[in-house]
């Protein structure tokens, strides 16, 4: 069976930088594209980053482009997302979801629109 586990979500101040990673197990990364997502109660389900499997092309929303950068590491079939001057609003559960229903993501994404999902990590900002 496919999982994925997320881990490393912490509180951490505001400016500060947190690793993100989601470990899958049950098949390889290189076998579907990769996205972050995050969900709020106020904004509901916004996607943050993706990998393309096939050339690895990283794509982002605007809000964390320049901060965030998503990464994978294939000899431990784990992505990462690396979250550098973290902001209040950037203050979320994140999710790892793979085998997107289309491509490439877009900012309002939906729960139905990933096959799998981790469970989430929760990340807190203090200002």
């Known amino acids: 069976d496919v999982q994925l586990v997320d881990t490393g979500g912490a509180e951490v101040q505001a400016g500060g930088s947190l690793r993100l990673s989601c470990a899958a197990s049950g098949y390889s990364l290189a076998v579907y594209d990769m996205s972050w997502l995050r969900h709020t109660p106020d904004k509901g389900l916004e996607w943050v980053s993706a990998?393309?499997?096939?050339?690895?092309?990283?794509l982002y929303a605007d809000s964390v482009k320049g901060r965030f950068t998503i990464s994978t590491d294939n000899t431990k079939n784990t992505l990462y997302l690396q979250m550098n001057f973290l902001k209040s609003e950037d203050a979320a559960r994140y999710y790892c979801?793979?085998?997107?229903?289309?491509?490439?993501?877009?900012?309002?994404?939906?729960?139905?629109?990933?096959?799998?999902w981790g469970q989430g990590t929760q990340v807190s900002v203090s200002s």
């Open positions: 979801a793979a085998d997107a229903r289309f491509w490439p993501p877009r900012k309002n994404m939906t729960w139905t629109d990933f096959t799998y």
């Open positions: 990998v393309d499997r096939n050339d690895g092309m990283r």
